[in-house]
T-cell receptor, first 115, second 114 residues
């Protein structure tokens, strides 16, 4: 059972436009969410995160939105740049009170930013 | 330089021959974890460790063992590798658990089991 879903395997966007990457989750115990970016032949690198007590977190060109009732989050990149071309992974974890320190990832979305 | 190192980076082996992939971090992190990445399946957690001598299963622990005898090291052991363990493996560490702390990933180990 896939608890974190990224339903779009790939996305192409023109340079300068907005990229929107989506992520859905099914486990209601998840309360902390992260986005990682991965270039080929490298390990993933942390991009941005959000706690369930917030509905938005912003860091420069990157903004993550969380809709708890819909169990949906999205990553917005504005403006998109060719260097943003990578695979983006959504990840989620439950609260420490749940007794688990597991981190669950989605399958990833490959973003291609076209110059 | 703060980093997570993995060795070897590439490994080709045969079915049943025990192997160990080492992972080391120099950031004094409490939390360490192993993942495998497969096409169409994304990243899946194999095992994680909250501290020395404290380990727990992730999503796909079958066929793997880990140990955490020292804070900086978290080796992944395949006692009897099989072809379905052919994958790209990542080790990661963070200051504490995933609730609130970003993980730092190693460069990956590409394992092929024939």
């Amino acid at each position: 059972d896939q608890q974190v879903k990224q339903n779009s395997p790939s996305l192409s966007v023109q340079e300068g436009r907005i990229s929107i990457l989506n992520c859905d989750y099914t486990n209601s115990m998840f309360d902390y969410f992260l986005w990682y970016k991965k270039y080929p032949a490298e390990g993933p690198t942390f991009l941005i995160s959000i706690s369930s007590i917030k509905d938005k977190n912003e860091d420069g060109r990157f903004t993550v939105f969380l809709n708890k009732s819909a169990k949906h989050l999205s990553l917005h990149i504005v403006p998109s740049q060719p260097g943003d071309s990578a695979v983006y992974f959504c990840a989620a974890s439950a609260s420490e009170g749940a007794g688990s320190y597991q981190l669950t990832f989605g399958k990833g979305t490959k973003l291609s930013v076209i110059p | 330089e703060a980093q997570v190192t993995q060795n070897p980076r590439y490994l080709i082996t045969v079915t049943g021959k025990k192997l160990t992939v080492t992972c080391s971090q120099n950031m004094n992190h409490e939390y360490m974890s192993w993942y495998r990445q497969d096409p169409g399946l994304g990243l899946r957690q194999i095992y994680y460790s909250m501290n020395v001598e404290v380990t727990d299963k992730g999503d796909v622990p079958e066929g793997y063992k880990v140990s955490r005898k020292e804070k900086r090291n978290f080796p992944l052991i395949l006692e009897s590798p099989s072809p379905n363990q052919t994958s790209l493996y990542f080790c990661a560490s963070s200051l504490w658990g995933p609730q609130g702390y970003e993980q730092y990933f190693g460069p990956g180990t590409r394992l092929t089991v024939t």
